[in-house]
Nanobody, 124 residues
Framework: VQLQASGGGLVQAGGSLRLSCVASGRTFSSYTMGWFRQAPGKEREFVAGIMRSTVSTRYADSVKGRFIISRDNAKNTVYLQMNVLKPEDTAAYYC??????????????????WGQGTQVTVSS
């Protein structure tokens, strides 16, 4: 599986962005998908995850109530709608695919495939 993330950019605090991640191949629906982010000098951290069937989602406490993860299996795409953005949301955002577990994991090592990062910068 190859993942291509897009949608990052520069936005003012309080604004919104929607990230997209398109997967190659015909087995997208068999993967649990996640979004992670990494700020300079910090470890990569979990942001949100979604089960294969879209039934269940999971969020980091820092984004709960502001970000929404969704997926369209017919389009091989997972989205991250980011609202009420804060300067501390500034980071490179990565999408990832996990072919083993149903429940989205917080752990980077559980994910098998990664997209390239898309930069999100939130100005104050």
């Amino acid at each position: 599986v190859q993942l291509q993330a897009s949608g990052g950019g520069l936005v003012q605090a309080g604004g919104s962005l929607r990230l997209s991640c398109v997967a190659s191949g015909r087995t997208f629906s068999s993967y649990t998908m996640g979004w992670f982010r990494q700020a300079p000098g910090k470890e990569r951290e979990f942001v949100a995850g979604i089960m294969r069937s879209t039934v269940s989602t999971r969020y980091a406490d820092s984004v709960k109530g502001r970000f929404i993860i969704s997926r369209d299996n017919a389009k091989n795409t997972v989205y991250l709608q980011m609202n009420v953005l804060k300067p501390e949301d500034t980071a490179a955002y990565y999408c990832a695919a996990d072919g083993k577990y149903t429940i989205p994991s917080y752990r980077t090592q559980e994910y098998d495939y990664w997209g390239q990062g898309t930069q999100v910068t939130v100005s104050s």
